[in-house]
């Protein structure tokens, strides 16, 4: 069907409700929690969820995460081989700024939420394990899309990249990186695959590719980092020969937290390794103050014929509700880059509650901005198409 609008989708993770929260950030702490009150909530949130991107008039929804801990964390429990925790190395960017990092340690103090910098350790085999859980959050979704109708046009799950669980869960069994980065490709593939077979577009979340520059290679030569996405996109490619390129999307960034991010490695350093993946659209963080203005690399760097643009247009960090003006501005802009506006897609930079509790936007600011989305999308197709 030919495409007469800009359609609007998003990054993934939605605002859960406060006792979804309370669950979550009880069991992480290794207190006992009612598991079958856990699934109820995480079922009535994913209703909720869908019900309000239906009413924002967001074309292609998620679940929102409802039934995750965090967007990479929940797999600790569906794959054998994790045991323990680590504390994962600090942002760079924050020895230059201590005020700043002393609010915001204390603004964290007493905050009801799941931290992904303590996260489990690889100890053993890493294998997919309970795929009943899986199985069981596609028909949750699935349920709720039936329930509550809508015009949507498609929908879309998330997975993790194996280059983030491996960079957060550190490694001590396998003998080296890509002995590690394998096994955790051919796991993930198992949920890969399995929102293909259930009609989902795919979403692979990869905050590997720019994040760990200022993490895990914040004092190695940018070659070496580059050298780390190639080598986590040979994965996933390899974990998607069973998947139709059109059906998978590639989501970039550079961490979902306000901070300086003046560390941050520049788009155009990253971009040539990250447009080897094997996937019919990319989605990347143009609305912060950082990274808007690289989408001008792709007048330079362009996409294949059948590869599409999901372009960030909301900021996930800020209660600022951008104008439907704005919103239409970005996507202008991104047009003309890619030279074709039916080669766009109207999204976030982030999602908005990557890890259980750890979201700055309250739910109600949330769908406002997704409203501000689909109004700005709406005003660029009829300036565009």
């Known amino acids: 069907m030919p495409q007469h609008r800009i359609l609007t989708t998003h990054a993934g993770s939605l605002p859960r409700p406060a006792r979804l929260v309370e669950l979550y950030a009880a069991r992480v702490d290794g207190k006992p929690i009612d598991e079958d009150e856990l699934v109820r909530e995480g079922e009535s949130a994913t209703r909720w969820v869908v019900e309000q991107q239906r009413k924002a008039g967001i074309d292609i929804p998620s679940d929102g995460e409802q039934l995750r801990e965090a967007f990479f964390l929940y797999v600790q429990r569906r794959m054998s081989g994790f045991s323990g925790t680590w504390q994962r190395p600090t942002r760079t960017e ?111 979340d990869a905050p590997d590719l720019a994040l760990e520059r200022h993490l895990s290679y914040a004092d190695r030569p940018i070659g070496d980092f580059v050298g780390f996405i190639e080598r986590v996109i040979a994965r996933i490619n390899s974990a998607l020969r069973n998947v139709p390129r059109e059906r998978v999307r590639l989501h970039v960034c550079w961490g979902n937290y306000e901070s300086p991010h003046d560390k941050d490695v520049a788009l155009k350093e990253i971009l040539p390794a990250i447009l080897q993946a094997d996937v019919g659209a990319f989605l990347l963080p143009f609305a912060n103050p950082r990274h808007q203005h690289e989408i001008k690399l792709f007048r330079d760097a362009p996409l294949a014929p059948d590869q599409s643009l999901i372009v960030g247009v909301i900021d996930t960090l800020t209660n600022f509700v951008e104008h439907p003006e704005v919103v239409a501005d970005r996507l202008e802009r991104a047009a003309e880059m890619v030279g074709d506006p039916k080669r766009i897609q109207a999204g976030t930079d982030c999602g908005f509650d990557t890890s259980a509790g750890m979201g700055r936007l309250t739910a109600d600011v949330v769908w406002a901005k997704l409203k501000a989305m689909q109004e700005g999308a709406r005003i660029a197709s009829e300036r565009l198409m």
């Open 94 to 204: 924050l020895d230059a700024y201590p005020e700043f990092t002393a609010k915001w340690q204390k603004n964290s103090e007493g905050q009801i939420a799941v931290s992904n910098f303590e996260p489990p350790k690889a100890t053993g085999p890493i294998a997919y394990a309970d795929i009943d859980a899986n199985e069981a959050e596609l028909d949750t979704f699935a349920a709720a899309l039936k329930e509550l109708g809508g015009e949507f046009t498609d929908a879309f799950m998330t997975a993790p990249s194996p280059g983030i669980v491996a960079a957060a869960m550190k490694n001590e069994h396998y003998a080296s990186e890509d002995d590690y980065l394998d096994a955790l490709a051919e796991a993930l593939r198992v949920e890969y695959e399995s929102a293909h077979r259930h009609g989902y577009l795919l979403q692979i």
